[in-house]
C-alpha cells in the first residue's frame, strides 16, 4: 500500500484503538517517508481530542503512536535506521528480503539498537524521558513454515504477521491461506514454546501471531482468532476508506469488484508492466485482473504491453476501468476479500464496524454452544 | 481421489456417521464404477454390525448410504444414469462440466428423475419399498460465485459444495480460499433467501453448505462452520487412511510433507505429464511440487518431461521419493493442508478424532466467551 497507507490513514487507525502502519517501501530514497512521519506526528499533535490513548503515547514517550513498514530487499538500512532515529515509531515491519529471513539480522539488531545510544548518554539522568523509551517492537511478516523457522531462530520478531495466500499485493507466489498456514504455524509455535521444552527456537518469548490475507471484515477476522491468530491485519479494506491517500478510479475498482477469487489474480504482470525491477523471484502480487494481465496471458511482450500500460495512464480514472470497457490497464492490487466490501467509510468506522461484527459472532457462537 | 475413494473408503466413511462418496471420475466407461458399486453393497450387507443406521438405512431402502461424484466434462451421462438406475445412490456429486455449470441441467434433471418411471409402475402397490425411494439429493461443487448464482437459477442443488483454492487435486485456477469465499457465497444465499425477498434464485430452498479445501482436522472444520458452512468436505485427510485405495510412496509423500503451501502448488503440469486431456482450461491442480514441475518451470518440453514420467513409473513406490532423492515424477496431489497430516490412521478414527477435536474448540471457546 506504498503511497496510499500514509500518514492519514495509518495515524486515524491508531488514534481508532488499532495501530496504523505507514508504508516506508522499497525505494532507496526513502524521502516519502520522512514526510510521512512528519505530518504523523503534526497529525497526532493537532487532534482534538488529546485524551485519545493514542495521544497520550506519544506525549508520554515522544514515540509516534504507529509503525512503518518496509519491503526490505530495496531499502537502504542506513538511511531507514536515521529516520528511525529521528521520528521514534511503536514498530518496524520487515518484509521481503533479497534472499531470506537470515537477511533481515542486520535490520533486526539496527532497529533493536536505534536508541541505546542514547540511553548510554541519559545514564546520569534517572528520570529522563528518553530512559523509558524501548526500541520499537519487531514485526516480521512471513508465508510459510520455512519463513517462521529462520523468523523465530535468528530473529525473535514480537509479532508474526502471517500472510495467506488471499491478500493482495505482494506475498510469497507459492502459499497457502490462512485456513492451513495458521494451524500450521500455531503448531510450530505451540510446540516450541512449550513450558517443558528446551529448543533453539525458543530461547525468547513465543510472539504475537497476527493473521493477514482476506480479512476484510469482524466474521472473517474471528474464523482467524479461532485458528490460532491473536489478531488481524487488513490491508485491502482499508483502500476503501476516506484517509486512503488513493485516485476514485482505484477505490470505485475496488467496490464494484465481486468474486475476489475470480477477479483477482496473482501476478508479476503488474510488476512488469510499470517496470518494477527487484522483488525476489518467489514473490508475485495479487491484483484485480486487467487488460495488461489478460494481454500477457494471450502472449503480449512485456514490452509492447508496458507501452500500452504507459499511454493508458493519461486516461486518469478511467484507466481503472476494465470491468466497464475492457480496456482499463491500471494496477489494482487488492486481496479476495474484495468482494465482501461495498462502501468508503472512515477508518474510525470500519473499526467500530469490525468490532461490532466481532461481538455479534461472539453472540451468534455464545447461543449456540 | 480416482481410484483412492473407492468401496471401502466410501462405505467406511457412511458406516463412521459421515457420507462417503466414491469417485466416478471422467472415463467413458465407468467400469470400475460399477465394480465399486457392487463391492460397496457387500461391505454394507456383510457388516458384523447391522444395526448401523448405514446398514439400516440401506436395508429399509435399497439406497446405498453413499455418494457418486463424477467430473462431468468427460463421463457418459447415459451410461452414468444406467448404473445408477442399477445401485441406487444416496447423493450425485457434479463437477467440472466442459463449459459451464448449465451444462448440469440435462445430469441434474436425469439424476432427479431416475426413479420416477419405476415408482409410476408401482402406483397400485401403496405399500411398495420403492415408492420410499427418493432421488439422489444433488451436490453441486463450485469454486466461484459466478458459478454459484448459475448453480442457485437453474439446478437447485440440495448441497452446495464450496472448494476453496487450499484443496487438493483439481479446481478452478483461479479462486480464493474459504476466508473469503465462504463469507462471499453466504451473502450471496442470505441476500436470495431471507423471506421477505422473491427472486429468481429462491424458488426452491436454499442449499447446504459444506466447505471444501484445507480441512484436515476439527479446528480447520470449525473455521468454516463459523464462516458459515453447515459442513465439511475432506479429501486430503483420508489419503492418509487405511482404507484408501493408495500406494505406500503416495501415502507415504503425504506424510511427510510439511510446509502446505509451498510444498505443494497449483499446475497443470500434472495432468500433460500423464497425457490427460480434455480438462477445460479454467482448471487446473494442487500437488506436491516434484521433478516433473520443476523440470516444467525450467523449460522442459512437455514430451520430455512425459518421457521422464513415463520411465519413472518403472521405479514403484521411490517414484514419489522426490523430497528424497531429488528424482521423483508420480503425481501426489494433495492440498495445503498435508502439513497437518501426520499420521495414517482407519477412516473411523479420524472422523471420531475431527468430531473430538470439534467438542475441544466448542469447550475452548465456551471458556473464552
Not at 531507514?80 to 535490520?107: C, E, K, N, S, T
Not at 485516485?247 to 464494484?256: E, F, H, K, S, V
Request: with cysteine.
Amino acid at each position: 500500500m506504498l503511497n496510499i497507507a500514509t500518514a492519514p490513514l495509518a495515524t486515524s487507525l491508531s488514534l481508532a484503538g488499532g495501530i496504523g502502519f505507514i508504508a516506508g517501501g522499497y525505494d532507496t530514497t526513502l524521502s516519502n517517508l520522512e514526510t510521512n512521519l512528519h505530518h504523523a506526528s503534526q497529525l497526532i499533535k493537532s487532534h482534538p481530542d488529546q485524551s485519545n490513548p493514542a495521544c497520550k503515547f506519544y506525549t508520554q514517550t515522544g514515540v509516534l503512536p504507529l509503525g512503518v513498514g518496509f519491503i526490505n530487499w530495496g531499502v537502504d538500512r542506513n538511511e531507514a535506521l536515521r529516520i528511525l532515529r529521528r521520528y521514534r515509531v511503536a514498530a518496524v515491519w520487515l518484509f521481503a528480503p533479497r534472499d531470506g529471513m537470515r537477511d533481515l539480522l542486520g535490520w533486526v539488531n539496527g532497529v533493536r539498537g536505534l536508541y541505546q545510544e542514547e540511553q548510554m548518554d541519559d545514564v546520569d539522568d534517572s528520570k529522563s524521558k528518553s530512559k523509558e523509551t524501548t526500541a520499537p517492537q519487531i514485526w516480521i511478516q512471513i508465508s510459510s513454515i520455512a519463513e517462521t523457522t529462520t523468523a523465530l531462530k535468528h530473529l525473535h520478531p514480537d509479532v508474526l504477521v502471517i500472510q495467506g495466500s488471499d491478500a493482495g499485493g505482494h506475498g510469497l507466489a507459492r502459499s497457502a491461506s490462512l485456513i492451513t498456514l495458521l494451524p500450521e504455524v500455531s503448531n510450530l509455535i505451540a510446540e516450541h514454546y512449550t513450558p517443558s521444552t528446551k529448543t533453539v527456537l525458543n530461547e525468547h518469548q513465543p510472539p504475537t501471531l497476527l493473521a493477514a490475507g482476506g480479512l476484510t471484515n469482524g466474521l472473517t477476522l474471528s474464523a482467524t482468532l479461532l485458528l490460532g491468530a491473536t489478531g488481524g491485519v487488513m490491508g485491502t479494506r482499508f483502500l476503501a476508506s476516506h484517509e486512503a491517500h488513493i485516485t476514485p478510479g482505484y477505490q470505485n475498482a475496488i467496490l464494484r469488484a465481486v468474486d475476489g477469487g475470480v477477479s483477482t489474480v496473482r501476478t508479476t504482470v503488474y510488476d512488469r508492466v510499470r517496470d518494477i525491477k527487484g522483488w525476489p523471484e518467489r514473490y508475485d502480487g495479487r491484483g484485480i485482473v486487467n487488460a495488461s494481465y489478460l494481454d500477457a496471458v494471450g502472449g503480449m511482450s512485456d514490452e509492447e504491453n508496458r507501452r500500452l500500460y504507459v499511454n493508458e495512464m493519461k486516461r486518469g480514472d478511467e484507466g481503472w476501468d476494465w470491468d466497464v470497457d475492457g480496456r482499463g490497464r491500471m494496477t489494482t492490487y487488492a486481496g479476495t476479500g474484495v468482494g465482501l466490501i461495498k462502501e468508503v467509510l472512515g477508518v474510525g468506522e470500519i473499526v467500530r464496524q469490525v468490532w461490532g461484527e466481532v461481538a455479534d459472532v461472539k453472540r451468534r457462537v455464545r447461543a449456540r454452544l
